[in-house]
């Protein structure tokens, strides 16, 4: 059975910074790209960024370019998302995604999903 796994949601102030993590299982996960995605009440699901297997190469949204950056531990089956500079815009439900392709932007793209964790930001 896949799972993943986030943690490290939260609430903080702008300016602020947060790490979330992703922790994967049930799959080979060296061998998929792994993405973060997030979602605002009444918007869809958008691309936040991504990170290759094992070259650790990495794409975001432009939205969040030089603020975000994920990197991943293929020893520990989990990546991360960390977040800089945060902006009450940046407040949805982030959720980690595992596919086959790398710098996939899509949601269709990604085959296993994570139940997603909400991070508020306050002005």
């Known amino acids: 059975q896949v799972q993943l796994v986030e943690s490290g949601g939260g609430l903080v102030q702008a300016g602020g910074s947060l790490r979330l993590s992703c922790t994967a299982s049930?799959?080979?996960?060296?061998?998929?790209?792994m993405g973060w995605f997030r979602q605002a009440p009444g918007k869809d699901r958008e691309f936040v960024g991504a990170?290759?297997?094992?070259?650790?190469?990495?794409n975001y949204a432009d939205s969040v370019k030089d603020r975000f950056t994920i990197s991943r531990d293929n020893g520990e089956n989990t990546v991360y998302l960390q977040m800089t500079s945060l902006k009450p815009e940046d407040t949805a439900v982030y959720y980690c995604?595992?596919?086959?392709?790398?710098?996939?932007?899509?949601?269709?793209?990604?085959?296993?999903w994570g139940q997603g964790t909400q991070v508020t930001v306050s002005s």
């Open positions: 990170v290759g297997r094992n070259d650790g190469v990495t």
């Open positions: 995604a595992a596919g086959l392709f790398h710098f996939a932007t899509m949601p269709d793209d990604y085959d296993y």
């Open positions: 049930g799959i080979a996960f060296s061998s998929y790209a």
